[in-house]
């Protein structure tokens, strides 16, 4: 069992910087990746990026490859998505997601931050 929990989601203007957090309660060490996703009004939901979680190794993807930033701090069980230089087209709801080991989709969502940045 794994539990979700975003923060730090929140009206900013175009060209400010949010860091968004996804606290992770499990019972056992059970989560090998923890993904982003955002999803626009509208649209279908986008995958961000992930880190994985006893390498640190990310991917991202290309539309927000040199402005997000995923990290990890397992002491906190805590991952993050630093976003810079943001842009009205990234105003969405942001969801944080785990893999567990040996899934093959991510399993586990967290209920959601809204992120709207003004033009």
């Known amino acids: 069992q794994v539990q979700l929990v975003e923060s730090g989601g929140g009206l900013v203007q175009a060209g400010a910087s949010l860091r968004l957090s996804c606290a992770i309660s499990e019972r056992t060490l059970s989560v090998f990746t923890m993904g982003w996703f955002r999803q626009a009004p509208g649209k279908e939901r986008e995958f961000l990026g992930y880190v994985v979680r006893n390498s640190g190794s990310t991917l991202y993807t290309d539309s927000v490859k040199g402005r997000f930033t995923i990290s990890k701090d397992n002491a906190k069980n805590t991952v993050y998505l630093q976003m810079n230089s943001l842009k009205p087209e990234d105003t969405a709801v942001y969801y944080c997601?785990?893999?567990?080991?040996?899934?093959?989709?991510?399993?586990?969502w967290g209920q959601g931050t809204q992120v709207t940045v003004s033009p």
């Open positions: 997601a785990a893999k567990t080991f040996g899934a093959a989709n991510y399993g586990y």
